[in-house]
């Protein structure tokens, strides 16, 4: 199994910064690819950024320009470096891999970390 553990939200004000953690741990052959997707109230889970192992990105537009999606495989950590930040990106982000274990190919998510933006 796959324990995704996050890090890093809170409150930030707008046009402010943060950068969120996810690393993956325990039993498994290979976490490919790896993101981050967020769900605000009322609406559904939606694609933040994601990364595969050989660092190809793909960006919602709404976060082009903004946000960074970065990753170590040694680590098998994923980040999220957020600028700008509105009103709008404010959500519960989710961590999200899949990998391969011994039960074969899964996905896998965080428990959610809160970031809010409000002045």
């Known amino acids: 199994q796959v324990q995704l553990v996050e890090s890093g939200g809170g409150l930030v004000q707008p046009g402010g910064s943060l950068r969120l953690s996810c690393a993956a741990a325990?039993?498994?052959?290979?976490?490919?690819?790896m993101g981050w997707y967020r769900q605000a109230p009322g609406k559904q889970r939606e694609l933040v950024a994601s990364?595969?192992?050989?660092?190809?990105?793909n960006y919602a537009d709404s976060v082009k320009g903004r946000f960074t999606v970065s990753r170590d495989n040694a680590k098998n950590a994923v980040y999220l470096q957020m600028n700008s930040l509105k009103p709008e990106d404010t959500a519960i982000y989710y961590c999200?891999?899949?990998?391969?274990?011994?039960?074969?190919?899964?996905?896998?998510w965080g428990q959610g970390t809160q970031v809010t933006v409000s002045s």
């Open positions: 999200h891999c899949n990998s391969i274990t011994a039960r074969g190919l899964g996905d896998y």
């Open positions: 325990g039993r498994f052959f290979s976490v490919n690819d």
């Open positions: 990364i595969t192992r050989t660092s190809r990105t």
